[in-house]
Structures are given as C-alpha cells and as structure tokens.
C-alpha cells in the first residue's frame, strides 16, 4: 500500500494520512493509491501538513501498518532509544516491529 | 567570558524580531515551506526525523551558570525536558515546536545566545580547545581569537552564501584537542622569535570525502590572522564548486587545486586585502581580552589527597592538568555506562550550572566530544565536586575510555541517518563497563556515525563505526586507527561491514588483539600503528 506521512506544520509532529484527515498513529495509515499526489499537493497547500511524501508500507496480520523502510518505523514510533517519549501506540505495536 | 555590548545585543535582538515575523508569515500562509525553509535554518531551526530541531550556538564551547540555567528552562518549556551536546560544542533540542521557536529565540536573547549560523552555507559556530584559558600547556588563551573570529564571521555578507558549510577551529598548544586539522580551516596559535601569530591549515574535513588538512601558512602575524581567514575565504568563495553539493567544500578545492596553487590564491589575495585593511583595529582584540582575564584564583594545596579508590580513578580519568598548580580542569562525562552520548537532562544541567557557580568561577565548557567540563577548579574542593556529580549519577571515570564513545543522534533522531548510533553506544559503554575492561584497555577512542556525513567523527577514531543502510537492513562498517588528536590520521575499514550485534563482537575482537599485542605503554592506536591492520582483521574474519 501506498501511505503518506509528513509533519503537522505548527509542532513538526509526525502523521499519517487517513483518508479524512492526519493522525499520529500509523496504524490509521491508509492506502492512498493513484490519489496520493493529489492528496499531498491538496493538504500541503492548505497547510493541514508540511513537506508530505508517499512511503511503501503493508499491512500484517494483526491489522498494523508496517512501512517498508526503517527510517519511517522509528517516526511511526519515535526514538528507540527514549521509549518514554513514543507515541502511545508503541507498546501495542511492539518495538521489535522497528527493526 | 565574554559579554554582548549592545551592538551584539541589538543584532540579535533584530534577528528574533524578524524570525518571529517569518514564522507568523508562514503558519499564515504566506510563505511556501521551499520559502520558508531557508529562514528557518538560518536560524538553526531543522525539520528532523520527529519534529523540528534547533540548534542553539555556544560559542567556542563556552558558557555561564546562567547560560546552562536557560538551556535547562529551554528544554523544559519548549521541548521534552533534555538537550543533546554536539560534537560542534553547541546543543540541539529535539522537539521544538514551530510555534514555540520565536520565543524560545527570544528567551535565548535574555541570556546573550542564539542560533544564528548553526546551520546553512556560512561560518559555522567558531570552535575551541575546551581546556582553553586553563591548560597548562598552552601559549595564549586563543578564546580572544576565537571571539574576534566570531565576530567577524557574523552575518559577514560576503561569506553568507558560501558553497558549502564553513567550520573553523582554534587551539594555542601542540597538543590538539579540537580536531583542528579535520576543519575546513584550523587555526594554530604559534610564536615565532617571542611574537604570536596563527599557523594555518586548510582544507580539512570529515563527511564522505575525510581529508587532513595541509599547513598552507606557517605564521601570520596575530594583527593579520583576520586577514588571512578572509583570504582564504574570497578563494574558496570564488572557485569552490557550486554545481555538486558532495565536492563544495573547501577540502575538495585544496585537493583538486594542490595545496601549493591553492597557497598561492591565498597569498596574491592577502597582499590584496593588506592593501585594503580589513583588519579589525587592534584596539577591538584588546576590548575582547579583557574579558577573558583570569579569574580571582586563589592559592591552596596543590595536591590532591585520593585516598578513595573511586574518587582516585576519577581524578586520573576526568581531571586535566591547569596552569595554576592549585587547579585543575574537571571532566563532568555524559557518558555513563549505557546511557545516551551527549544527552543532559534539565535537572542534570541546573546542577551543573550550580556546581559550576560553586566551583569555577560560574563557567563551564561543552567539549567536542560530548561532556561538559569546569575549567578552573581548586583542588581542595575536589573532593566536594566528586561527590555532589557522584550523587546525581555524573560521576563516571572513563574519559577517553572505550566508554566514552562519541555518537551522532543516527536514525534515532536524524533525517539524514541511515543507521543507528546510539543504541549501539550504550551497548558498547554497558559491555566494557561491566566487564572492566574499559580500564585495562586504556585510551581507546571510539566514535559512532550513523551516516557517511561522519558527525559521530568516525574517520578519526582509534576505533570508528559508520551506520550504513544494507538492503533496508542497518549494517556497520568498522574501521581502525583514526585520530584526530595531533597525531592526526583517518582510520581504514576493516572489511565487510556487520549487523548490530556482529559490529560488538568485531570491536571485542579488535580489543583482543590489542591486549595481546601491545607493548609497555602502548594505546591502542600505537599498537595498531605498530603492527598493522592484518592481525586484526584476521581476528575480526578469522583469516
């Protein structure tokens, strides 16, 4: 599936596009397909996201989005090094998941 | 220290004012994000990985206890409570907030700091040995420099859309603490025939493409060191590349020019600006010493009474020889074992602050490798010193150990990373720090890179890491015999490059062989020297 992330532009938070609007949560990740450069150009104009791309990314069994690249793993979650600081969803999802 | 009079005051104060302007303009609107970006980073704001970082500049490395008490408020009103020091002796906040950056600028102001410069095609914050004005073995205090340096480079309209980023470090001893060969200039302070000038060396860098600087000036008299800078400056300006960012820097230039052609440039462009004078009056260099005058020391014991084996391996490892005999310079690490290189809490960097009040005359410095340092502490009040760092978990004795490992904020936090760093650093320090070998082995300097731009220094470890990205997969790549001491080099790669826990054991390894191997009073770098890269690789491949 075809996601797009980029950051909140007021906080620099990461999100994920969810076919109505941005989450932090990637599990609320949908498969933008064809639409996804429309949707980009769209939402970064009205200033809803600031510097929006597509990543690759599947989902697994238990119904999480897993993007294909680390890098946009450990911005799913946050740094692996301070979990304390993740977003709430990372211990659902497990830190294993990043690597 | 020294202290903004108003014109420093006035231009920083202008440039919050106009951030505040930029940044309202584009969360209305008003500016594109490919408009915006530019002024952003001028500014020293990034967008990284999770959010938007700032670097915030410390000139030199230097800072007073109320300068630390207002990185502390920084990091707990605007970002999560902590700050990362850099290998640039500056500190980045992780967690800024768009709407927040103007009056995090604005409280940085109130205590005489910015982030102008930490970031775009300029001269960067101008770097220092961290012992400076207090090791025993220098010639001249080179912080006057070093400010006039600043001073000059500070919004120099000429030098602000140069080819490339511009690094520029000073050190007055033979001993180089500053990694000054790997900058794009290093400034040597010298004399000659009793009179001070600069040696000057350029073209040095780390990044993809790691080159040693070559001397190009032996001496320039100290009233033309400016000069010279500008000269080679407007050289660089004029025929450093612009058409591909990976060959802009000035160390590209000097090595496709050949360092005689490049001197010659620089030398036909000094006589030109001697000419022109843009020199700054000598009386500006006295205006600045004078705030860099000693402190008040005052006579004491000029011995250290170590009867507590701890506090003993402490004042071996973290204590530096100053040039008062009743002081020393004491080595606060940010590095216990298994804990993030280079990160300091608020609370960590109010009692620093505080001890800094306490014990150095109200001044600390930000080393390029990560710690913090109070460069002018009596030696009674050691002892004093060890315990209240002891108490809050700041004491550990590993300077310059295997533990005391520089290591980039990687793909933990860095949009440029490929791989992490930092897990693999606290894995590395909880390892040798609980088996004790850290102290058997000695000085053992590694340095981690989450990426080939090397701000983890990797090129100049004994032992280097580069974090490499394998098929979507971290991979490391381990190389050996760096230095970026006065015994500078660039380490060789090993061979294949290893996952997580295949890099741990090649390190264990090449350890191994260094224990076997070295001589009585041998590093490990001299080993390495001595005996070659084979016997480690065919430890590390097994043949």
Same mark, same amino acid.
């Given at each position: 599936?075809?996601?797009?992330?980029?950051?909140?532009?007021?906080?620099?938070?990461?999100?994920?596009?969810?076919?109505?609007?941005?989450?932090?949560?990637?599990?609320?990740?949908?498969?933008?397909?064809?639409?996804?450069?429309?949707?980009?150009?769209?939402?970064?104009?009205?200033?809803?996201?600031?510097?929006?791309?597509?990543?690759?990314?599947?989902?697994?069994?238990?119904?999480?989005?897993?993007?294909?690249?680390?890098?946009?793993?450990?911005?799913?979650?946050?740094?692996?090094?301070?979990?304390?600081?993740?977003?709430?969803?990372?211990?659902?999802?497990?830190?294993?998941?990043?690597? | 220290?020294?202290?903004?009079?108003?014109?420093?005051?006035?231009?920083?104060?202008?440039?919050?004012?106009?951030?505040?302007?930029?940044?309202?303009?584009?969360?209305?609107?008003?500016?594109?994000?490919?408009?915006?970006?530019?002024?952003?980073?001028?500014?020293?704001?990034?967008?990284?990985?999770?959010?938007?970082?700032?670097?915030?500049?410390?000139?030199?490395?230097?800072?007073?206890?109320?300068?630390?008490?207002?990185?502390?408020?920084?990091?707990?009103?605007?970002?999560?409570?902590?700050?990362?020091?850099?290998?640039?002796?500056?500190?980045?906040?992780?967690?800024?907030?768009?709407?927040?950056?103007?009056?995090?600028?604005?409280?940085?102001?109130?205590?005489?700091?910015?982030?102008?410069?930490?970031?775009?095609?300029?001269?960067?914050?101008?770097?220092?040995?961290?012992?400076?004005? &207090?090791?025993?073995? #220098?010639?001249?205090?080179?912080? !006057?420099? $070093? *400010? %006039?340096? /600043?001073?000059?480079?500070? @919004?120099?309209?000429?030098?602000?859309?140069?080819?490339?980023?511009?690094?520029?470090?000073?050190?007055?001893?033979?001993?180089?603490?500053?990694?000054?060969?790997?900058?794009?200039?290093?400034?040597?302070?010298?004399?000659?025939?009793?009179?001070?000038?600069?040696?000057?060396?350029?073209?040095?860098?780390?990044?993809?493409?790691?080159?040693?600087?070559?001397?190009?000036?032996?001496?320039?008299?100290?009233?033309?060191?400016?000069?010279?800078?500008?000269?080679?400056?407007?050289?660089?300006?004029?025929?450093?590349?612009?058409?591909?960012?990976?060959?802009?820097?000035?160390?590209?230039?000097?090595?496709?020019?050949?360092?005689?052609?490049?001197?010659?440039?620089?030398?036909?462009?000094? &006589?030109?600006?001697? #000419?022109?004078?843009?020199?700054? !009056?000598? $009386? *500006? %260099?006295? /205006?600045?010493?004078?705030? @860099?005058?000693?402190?008040?020391?005052?006579?004491?014991?000029?011995?250290?009474?170590?009867?507590?084996?701890?506090?003993?391996?402490?004042?071996?490892?973290?204590?530096?020889?100053?040039?008062?005999?009743?002081?020393?310079?004491?080595?606060?690490?940010?590095?216990?074992?298994?804990?993030?290189?280079?990160?300091?809490?608020?609370?960590?960097?109010?009692?620093?602050?505080?001890?800094?009040?306490?014990?150095?005359?109200?001044?600390?410095?930000?080393?390029?490798?990560?710690?913090?340092?109070?460069?002018?502490?009596?030696?009674?009040?050691?002892?004093?010193?060890?315990?209240?760092?002891?108490?809050?978990?700041?004491?550990?004795?590993?300077?310059?150990?295997?533990?005391?490992?520089?290591?980039?904020?990687?793909?933990?936090?860095?949009?440029?990373?490929?791989?992490?760093?930092?897990?693999?650093?606290?894995?590395?320090?909880?390892?040798?720090?609980?088996?004790?070998?850290?102290?058997?082995?000695?000085?053992?300097?590694?340095?981690?890179?989450?990426?080939?731009?090397?701000?983890?220094?990797?090129?100049?470890?004994?032992?280097?890491?580069?974090?490499?990205?394998?098929?979507?997969?971290?991979?490391?790549?381990?190389?050996?015999?760096?230095?970026?001491?006065?015994?500078?080099?660039?380490?060789?790669?090993?061979?294949?490059?290893?996952?997580?826990?295949?890099?741990?054991?090649?390190?264990?390894?090449?350890?191994?062989?260094?224990?076997?191997?070295?001589?009585?009073?041998?590093?490990?770098?001299?080993?390495?020297?001595?005996?070659?890269?084979?016997?480690?690789?065919?430890?590390?491949?097994?043949?």
């Amino acid at each position: 599936m075809r996601i797009i992330t980029g950051n909140d532009l007021r906080t620099g938070a990461v999100v994920w596009w969810t076919g109505s609007g941005w989450s932090r949560f990637v599990d609320d990740a949908i498969d933008a397909g064809d639409a996804a450069e429309e949707i980009m150009a769209r939402e970064e104009a009205a200033r809803r996201v600031n510097v929006p791309y597509v990543c690759e990314a599947s989902r697994d069994a238990q119904g999480h989005v897993r993007p294909a690249h680390i890098k946009d793993r450990v911005r799913a979650l946050g740094p692996t090094v301070r979990r304390d600081l993740a977003v709430p969803t990372a211990a659902r999802t497990g830190w294993d998941w990043v690597i | 220290m020294y202290r903004y009079d108003h014109y420093d005051q006035a231009m920083v104060e202008a440039r919050v004012a106009e951030f505040r302007d930029q940044t309202r303009r584009r969360l209305e609107g008003k500016l594109t994000e490919e408009q915006f970006k530019p002024l952003r980073l001028m500014n020293g704001l990034y967008l990284q990985l999770h959010a938007y970082m700032l670097r915030v500049a410390i000139p030199y490395g230097t800072l007073s206890s109320r300068q630390l008490e207002m990185l502390a408020t920084i990091a707990d009103k605007y970002d999560r409570g902590y700050g990362h020091f850099t290998t640039r002796q500056n500190i980045q906040f992780n967690w800024i907030r768009l709407e927040d950056a103007p009056d995090a600028l604005a409280d940085l102001a109130t205590v005489e700091m910015h982030a102008i410069q930490t970031s775009g095609n300029c001269i960067r914050n101008i770097s220092c040995d961290h012992f400076a004005g &207090a090791a025993a073995d #220098e010639i001249a205090d080179p912080r !006057p420099y $070093a *400010e %006039l340096l /600043r001073q000059w480079s500070s @919004f120099h309209p000429e030098f602000s859309y140069l080819p490339r980023k511009f690094k520029i470090a000073v050190i007055a001893s033979e001993r180089d603490r500053a990694a000054m060969r790997l900058h794009d200039i290093g400034i040597r302070l010298v004399t000659r025939g009793g009179a001070l000038g600069a040696q000057f060396y350029v073209g040095g860098g780390m990044g993809r493409t790691p080159m040693i600087a070559p001397l190009i000036r032996d001496f320039v008299p100290i009233d033309q060191f400016i000069t010279y800078a500008e000269a080679v400056l407007r050289v660089y300006n004029r025929y450093g590349r612009r058409d591909n960012k990976y060959k802009a820097r000035i160390k590209i230039l000097v090595h496709e020019l050949g360092a005689e052609a490049f001197r010659r440039e620089v030398e036909a462009e000094f &006589a030109h600006l001697i #000419e022109v004078g843009v020199e700054p !009056p000598r $009386a *500006e %260099l006295e /205006r600045i010493k004078a705030h @860099f005058a000693d402190p008040p020391f005052a006579e004491g014991p000029t011995t250290i009474d170590a009867g507590d084996p701890a506090f003993a391996r402490w004042v071996e490892r973290n204590t530096h020889a100053h040039r008062h005999p009743a002081y020393v310079s004491a080595i606060i690490s940010l590095k216990p074992a298994g804990d993030i290189p280079g990160d300091a809490s608020a609370a960590q960097m109010r009692l620093v602050a505080e001890l800094a009040r306490q014990y150095s005359f109200d001044e600390v410095r930000v080393m390029h490798t990560q710690n913090l340092l109070l460069p002018h502490v009596a030696k009674a009040d050691l002892p004093a010193l060890w315990q209240a760092l002891a108490r809050a978990g700041l004491a550990s004795a590993n300077i310059d150990t295997i533990e005391d490992i520089i290591a980039c904020p990687g793909l933990d936090y860095c949009s440029l990373a490929n791989a992490r760093s930092i897990p693999l650093a606290q894995r590395l320090s909880e390892r040798f720090a609980a088996s004790g070998r850290s102290a058997v082995l000695g000085e053992l300097k590694l340095k981690i890179s989450g990426c080939i731009n090397a701000c983890g220094h990797h090129h100049a470890g004994h032992i280097g890491i580069l974090g490499v990205d394998k098929k979507g997969r971290e991979n490391y790549q381990l190389s050996l015999g760096g230095s970026e001491a006065e015994d500078v080099s660039l380490a060789r790669i090993t061979g294949p490059g290893f996952d997580e826990d295949g890099v741990i054991a090649a390190v264990e390894k090449a350890t191994e062989v260094y224990l076997a191997e070295r001589k009585e009073g041998e590093r490990f770098l001299d080993t390495y020297r001595r005996i070659g890269m084979e016997p480690f690789k065919e430890a590390i491949y097994g043949g």
